[in-house]
C-alpha cells in the first residue's frame, strides 16, 4: 500500500474510550461534549430562549411526575456501545440505586426531550433517527424559532440505516399535551411558550 493510496479515517470512540478521556482528564466534564455514533460532538451554546425553556420545563415537569419517574435535565442516556447523548430532558424509571452505577438505556427511557433553537437541524436529523434506532418511544422537540411541539412517537426503521417516527405531531404554544405514559397529566405549552 502507497502512502498515496491511503486514506485518513477519523478516530471513532465507544462509550468505553469517553468515559476513560474524561477520567484521564483529555476531557472536562464542563465542555458539553456529547457522544454520538462514536464521535465526539461539541454541543451548540446555548441562548437565552434555550435557557428560559429548560426553566420553565424545571419548573412544569416536577409538579406533573411528582415521584412516579425521574427527570434528569442535559444527563446521558447510554443508547449503545458508542452513543451517550445528553438529552435537554429523559424521562426514565424509577431505580433504587438512582442508577448510580449506570446511566440510564433505552429501556429505562420514558421520554426524551430536546429543546432546539440554533440546534434545530441538528436534533431532527442527527438525534431523532439516533432515538428512533434505540427505539425510544417518544421524542419531543420543543421548536423555539416556530414556536410549536414536535411530538414524536412510534419508532420504526425506514430503511436499512434508517430511522425515524410513524407519528409526528405538532402542538401550538397555545396547546396542551398528555405526559406519556401519564394519561393524567397534562403540560400547558404556553406556561413554557410564553415570550420565549
Not at 56 to 67: A, I, K, M, S, V
Not at 142 to 158: G, M, R, V
Request: proline share 8%; hydrophobic share 40%; with cysteine.
Amino acid at each position: 500500500m502507497t502512502p498515496s493510496s491511503l486514506k485518513a479515517q477519523p478516530k471513532r470512540f465507544t462509550a468505553t474510550e469517553y468515559h476513560r478521556l474524561v477520567e484521564l482528564g483529555f476531557l472536562s466534564e464542563d465542555e458539553h461534549i456529547e457522544l454520538v455514533r462514536g464521535e465526539l460532538i461539541q454541543m451548540a451554546a446555548k441562548g437565552v430562549a434555550h435557557e428560559t425553556c429548560i426553566r420553565r420545563l424545571l419548573r412544569q415537569l416536577p409538579l406533573l411526575l411528582q415521584n412516579r419517574a425521574t427527570l434528569q435535565c442535559q444527563a446521558p442516556i447510554s443508547l449503545s456501545f458508542d452513543g451517550e447523548p445528553e438529552p435537554d430532558f429523559a424521562i426514565v424509571y424509577n431505580r433504587p440505586d438512582d442508577y448510580a452505577t449506570e446511566h440510564p438505556t433505552p429501556k429505562d427511557t420514558l421520554l426524551i426531550i430536546e429543546v432546539a433553537d440554533s440546534s434545530l437541524d441538528y436534533d431532527r436529523e442527527v438525534k431523532l433517527p439516533l432515538y428512533a434506532e434505540a427505539n425510544i418511544s417518544d421524542y419531543w422537540l420543543f421548536n423555539l424559532p416556530n414556536h410549536y411541539l414536535e411530538a414524536y412517537s412510534e419508532p420504526y426503521q425506514i430503511a436499512p440505516d434508517q430511522f425515524g417516527y410513524l407519528n409526528r405531531r405538532i402542538v401550538l404554544a397555545e396547546g396542551e399535551i398528555v405526559l406519556p405514559p401519564f394519561p393524567d397529566k397534562v403540560l400547558q405549552l404556553n406556561l413554557v411558550f410564553s415570550d420565549v
